[in-house]
């Protein structure tokens, strides 16, 4: 079974930096499509950027383009995913997930939630105006 444990959430002013992290036990990121999700109060979960571990390419939402940058280090089993330009509005709940769905297709960018078979507890980023 895949365990995902996120750290480095925390509080930050607008225009800050942030770097949160995903570490996974109990699998390799090759085959699998590994997402960044964030879930704000009253709002639905959103995905935010993820990562093609057999490739290494990526998507990113709209609202973090330029600004979040997601990368992984597969030795160490690890996503990242570095925040800068941090604004209110990125405050929320982040996850991690995997997803075992998109193996073998040629596309993984829809981020959709219900694709993904594996989350983490979530990490909190604050932005403060």
């Known amino acids: 079974e895949v365990h995902l444990v996120e750290s480095g959430g925390g509080l930050v002013h607008a225009g800050g930096s942030l770097r949160v992290s995903c570490s996974a036990s109990?699998?390799?990121?090759?085959?699998?499509?590994i997402g960044w999700f964030r879930q704000a109060p009253g709002k639905e979960r959103e995905g935010v950027s993820c990562?093609?571990?057999?490739?290494?390419?990526?998507y990113y939402a709209d609202a973090v383009k330029g600004r979040f940058t997601i990368s992984s280090d597969n030795v160490k089993n690890t996503v990242y995913l570095q925040m800068n330009s941090l604004k209110p509005e990125d405050t929320a709940v982040y996850y991690c997930?995997?997803?075992?769905?998109?193996?073998?297709?040629?596309?993984?960018?829809?981020?959709?939630?219900?694709?993904?078979?594996?989350w983490g507890q979530g990490t909190q980023v604050t932005v403060s105006s």
């Open positions: 997930a995997i997803s075992s769905y998109y193996t073998g297709k040629n596309y993984y960018t829809d981020m959709l939630p219900w694709k993904y078979e594996y």
């Open positions: 109990g699998s390799t990121f090759d085959d699998y499509v």
């Open positions: 990562i093609s571990g057999s490739d290494g390419s990526t």
